[in-house]
């Protein structure tokens, strides 16, 4: 009975997760939480602690722990068709694509995976084979920006743009360029907001020319880079990126696997920005991780080149589990259930909240600059405000742990480049109540004053 998780013998456990389980990210933690249950925005271990689940998991629970409407959701449709594949069709992939595309607007062809990483792929081999069919076969490079990341495959984290994931794999998938990212708090240019003229997307352009801009497939970014330190752009910045990728008919490729399905306080991140993608990728929020989902929205007029003549203007790319049933269902039930509960609305005002309280950490000498998109937050700490020396990692997991031990979890940025992980995330679901914001910022506020 998972209600009584003290019954569980916590060290027997522990002991054969020691020696079965390769864990992902940090293989030697000793000491995992091991997470039984979970109700709305908390979970319950093994011992029978609460904990708040600040990240969502890993950004991706959005609409909270033990949706039972999922669950049945789930069951219902593994009952009368759990499988069958998409070089076909089935109910829940129509009706799914449907919703999707009135999400995006409209406009968009939906090609379905099973992860954020795969959601890439389609779109890079996508973009490619479609320069090709094009009449521009050389187009092949892609480019991408520092402290980015796109996932785990090797066209993916070429893609990525943190050196610390990538090293010990390389070479990955070739024809990825890099560009500094829009970091106002750290301009990699030097620069301040607005007198830079906004050198960051400039940065595109400049690149494209000197690749030669028919050697250039596409770019590919997150509205807001979020794991690799909730880096927020100057507003006019993805208009910026638009404006460039169609003077030079490059294909801008958003990456939604965290901004989507409303965590930035709109159906998708790019929609605060203006801008129309020409491909979308999406994954995490679109079943809340209750099943495991991806897709690649492509722009009718891309998809129009793969229709023929011809079997060799088929996308070559088949995957089995892509796009199933059941995490079908489950996606449009999540999606249903935002819809009813209006949690897109929800999620802007609690970011909005968050955000305010959040403030008062900025009085603390180990705080250099908080940001934030949507319910998605990030708090930079810093040694010294002044030189703006990143906080040691001592101090970072000092935070973190305390935070843990009074029942909140957050999250940090990517290690970027050694010393470089000093960003505090949060992302909290969006079923967060207003006490549990003030849990979140008085917890941090405590654990801030033991630093000093
Ligand atoms: N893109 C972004 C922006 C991500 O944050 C992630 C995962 N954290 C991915 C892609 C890859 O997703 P997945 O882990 O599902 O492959």
């Keep these: 009975d998972q209600s009584h998780s003290s019954n569980f013998d916590k060290e027997a456990l522990l002991e054969k997760d020691r020696k079965y389980l390769w864990h992902h990210i940090s ?55 759990a499988y069958y594949p998409l070089n076909q069709s089935h109910l829940p992939a129509i009706q799914l694509s449907e919703k999707v595309n009135e999400w995006l607007g409209g406009g968009y062809r939906m090609f379905y995976s099973n992860s954020g990483s795969d959601a890439n792929e389609v779109a890079f081999k996508i973009a490619r084979q479609y320069h090709h069919q094009n009449g521009e076969p050389l187009r092949y490079k892609f480019i991408s920006r520092h402290r980015a990341y796109h996932g785990n495959s090797m066209g993916a984290l070429g893609a990525t743009g943190q050196a610390q994931r990538k090293t010990k794999y390389e070479p990955l998938g070739v024809g990825f360029q ?17 007198d830079c003229k906004l050198e960051c997307a400039q940065a595109y352009e400049d690149v494209i020319n000197w690749e030669g801009p028919d050697t250039v497939a596409g770019v590919i970014l997150e509205p807001v880079i979020t794991g690799g330190g909730v880096i927020v752009p100057p507003q006019e910045y993805l208009g910026a990126v638009r404006e460039i990728c169609d003077k030079y008919g490059v294909l801008m490729i958003i990456d939604e696997v965290i901004c989507g399905f409303g965590r930035s306080g709109k159906s998708f991140g790019h929609q605060n920005y ?45 995957n089995t589990f892509g796009g199933n049933p059941v995490s079908c269902a489950v996606a449009l039930k999540n999606m249903e259930i935002i819809e009813e509960e209006r949690l897109v609305e929800r999620a802007a005002v609690l970011g909005v909240n968050l955000r305010q309280k959040l403030e008062v950490l900025m009085n603390h000498p180990n705080v250099g600059d908080i940001r934030s998109f949507g319910l998605i937050a990030g708090i ?55 006490e549990d914001l003030d849990f979140i910022v008085d917890t941090l506020v405590e654990v801030f004053d033991l630093l000093n």
């Design 380 to 434: 930079e700490m810093v040694e010294d405000k002044e030189t703006k020396l990143p906080a040691s990692a001592d101090k970072v997991m000092f935070i973190m742990a305390e935070c843990k031990n009074r029942g909140l979890l957050i999250g940090k940025n990517g290690d970027t480049v050694p010393g470089f992980s000093n960003i505090l995330t949060l992302c909290p679901p969006f079923v967060t109540t207003d």
């Design 178 to 194: 890099h560009i500094p990212p829009p970091y106002c708090y750290r301009c990699p240019f030097g620069k301040t907001y607005k």
């Design 274 to 318: 203006g801008v129309k993608p020409d491909i979308v990728t999406m994954a995490k929020g679109i079943t809340s991780a209750y099943s495991p989902l991806s897709a690649t929205a492509v722009k009718d007029e891309i998809y129009e080149k793969f229709k023929g003549p011809g079997a060799d203007t088929h996308f070559r790319h088949v």
């Design 27 to 81: 293989p030697h933690n000793p000491n995992p939480l091991i997470a039984v249950s979970g109700e709305g925005s908390w979970i319950t271990d093994v011992d029978g602690n609460r904990y708040f689940d600040g990240m969502s998991g890993l950004w991706c629970v959005n609409v909270g722990h033990g949706r039972e409407e999922i669950a049945d959701a789930a069951a219902q449709q593994m009952k009368t068709l």
